[in-house]
Nanobody, 123 residues
């Protein structure tokens, strides 16, 4: 499975960005796609996840109400709509695939990773 993340950039606090992650290669009948982020000097942090079959979602408390994860089955793409961005949202954002169907927030449960896209929020 290859994952290609895009959509990062520089935005002012309060602004919005939409990240995309296109999946290609081997597919699975049931899996979870997630977004993580990592700021310099910190561990990779769970942001949101979506179950590909059914579309149920799960969010970190820090982004709940501001970020929305969604998917487009036809395009094999998952999106992360980020609104009301804060400087503390600044990080490299990664998409990942977990071949299971449970929502895990620990990165070790995810099997495939994209290359990351930088999001910078200025104050």
């Amino acid at each position: 499975v290859q994952l290609q993340a895009s959509g990062g950039g520089l935005v002012q606090a309060g602004g919005s960005l939409r990240l995309s992650c296109a999946a290609s290669g081997r597919t699975f009948s049931s899996y979870v796609m997630g977004w993580f982020r990592q700021a310099p000097g910190t561990e990779r942090e769970f942001v949101a996840a979506i179950r590909w079959s059914g579309g149920s979602t799960y969010y970190a408390d820090s982004v709940k109400g501001r970020f929305t994860i969604s998917r487009d089955n036809a395009k094999n793409t998952v999106y992360l709509q980020m609104n009301s961005l804060k400087p503390e949202d600044t990080a490299v954002y990664y998409c990942a695939v977990d071949r299971g169907s449970s929502f895990y927030t620990a990165s070790r449960f995810y099997d495939y990773w994209g290359q990351g896209t930088q999001v910078t929020v200025s104050s």
